[in-house]
């Protein structure tokens, strides 16, 4: 069974960019939720004992196991975005990423131009995603509970664009949020 992962920081560690109250609802009501819904749908079942990836890929397109994909999605792709940001992060990634960053994006500049770009035009609940896949890098965006292993990439960064990621601090403007998230949040170590 699977339980709510463990912070690396306080739930105000990302004032002013995202405050305590957004996190504390997230974090503790929103990914809490998916995380018992997700135990309670598969007890009992062949998935029960299933890590995330291997619950995704199984119920993946499935029309018997939906909620199960919902709730499984939705809590790995939580669990990633949290270890996706970092107080004081949006700098440069050094060493292998950032060199495979400036390969395959041309400059880490134009790497955050191309991800605020993805993020900010998906269309509804959702998520941005920078991934690989055979060692190169690229941007995706998923909606809902789909994430990229279920297109045979590794998630390396998520982006939680739904609205209650960053509407109680942004309203409606979801660009404010990426921005702030890629100049200020985003953890690329």
Known sequence: MFDLPPL????NAFEPYISEQTMDLHYNKHHRAYIDNLNKLIS????????LPEIIVTAFGDKRYVAIFNNAGQTYNHNIFWKSMKPNG???PKGE???????DFGSYDNFKQEFKKAAAAHFGSGWAWLVEKDGKLSIMTTANGD??????YMPLVGLD?????????YQNRRG?????????LINLE
């Open 147 to 152: 994430n990229p292993i279920t297109k045979g």
């Open 161 to 169: 664009v739904w609205e209650h990621a960053y509407y109680l601090d």
């Open 90 to 92: 949006g700098k440069e």
């Open 8 to 11: 690396d920081y306080e739930l």
């Open 44 to 51: 009992g079942t062949e998935m029960e004992n299933m890590d």
């Open 176 to 184: 404010d949020f990426i921005d702030a998230f890629l100049n200020h």
């Open 97 to 103: 990423l950032g060199e495979k960053i400036k390969r």
